[in-house]
């Protein structure tokens, strides 16, 4: 009898904190802007991720805690790099529970599955020939990215190192004709565009770094709007 009222209360306790922490991570009660002012996503877009995670990732929710608010506990630490807001919205959870979500989430947005259905470099040629309207419409859409090497790596070893200049290289070996842009970090090669040193005043070089600088202002705002994510 003593150990079926302690198994009542336990579960009367679990049942508590689950009503609690339905009610702390209602991202519904939230306005559109306060939303995106806490998780830095929209409503939709939130709700488009949790389904591909679930589709496409072994992510799953517990009786604890759901897909869903594992994942907003993930956009509110990516927001802010700190688990103090995680932790305070979530009164009855832990700093480390609120770590092993946040982990839990990189590792299923990392998952190759994932990764490989939204970002990828053009394979075909009508697709890189829209692949440049839209880097002419500013459309600012990721086609490759490479998170293998540290930060003191410099770009132009990781560029050297990745497999998209491995096929580009190819795509001009193969008669090919299309460029990429890079600042002059990067070695000037026939599919690679560089900047112009040394260019004098209102010459030909001139005009081909400025229309060169316009065009590549796009991958600062990419990193910009990435950045602000």
């Not at 594992?70 to 700190?82: D, H, I, R």
């Not at 990745?162 to 299309?178: A, C, D, P």
Request: hydrophobic share 30%; net charge positive.
């Amino acid at each position: 009898m003593v150990e079926e009222e302690r198994q009542t209360r336990r579960d009367t306790r679990a049942a508590s904190r689950r009503v609690m922490l339905r009610r702390i991570f209602d991202h519904t009660a939230l306005t559109e802007t306060e939303f995106r002012c806490r998780y830095r996503l929209s409503n939709q877009a939130f709700q488009f991720l949790c389904e591909e995670l679930e589709a496409k990732t072994t992510l799953r929710g517990t009786e604890r805690m759901s897909l869903q608010h594992k994942v907003l506990c993930a956009l509110s630490f990516y927001a802010t790099g700190s688990y103090q807001r995680a932790v305070g919205m979530g009164k009855h959870v832990g700093q480390t529970t609120i770590s092993k979500y946040v982990t839990e989430v990189t590792n299923a947005l990392t998952c190759p599955d994932l990764v490989n259905s939204h970002i990828h470099f053009p394979t075909t040629t009508q697709e890189r020939i829209d692949t440049k309207k839209k880097v002419c419409d500013s459309d600012c859409k990721i086609i490759s990215i490479n998170p293998k090497y540290g930060g003191a790596t410099h770009d132009a070893f990781v560029w050297e190192n990745s497999k998209v200049r491995q096929f580009v290289e190819n795509l001009y070996n193969t008669g090919e004709q299309g460029w990429l842009l890079g600042d002059s970090g990067y070695p000037q090669r026939p599919w690679l565009m560089t900047p112009i040193t040394d260019a004098a005043e209102e010459s030909p070089e001139a005009k081909y770094n400025r229309i060169h600088g316009k065009a590549r202002v796009l991958i600062e705002n990419t990193f910009g709007r990435l950045k602000n994510k």
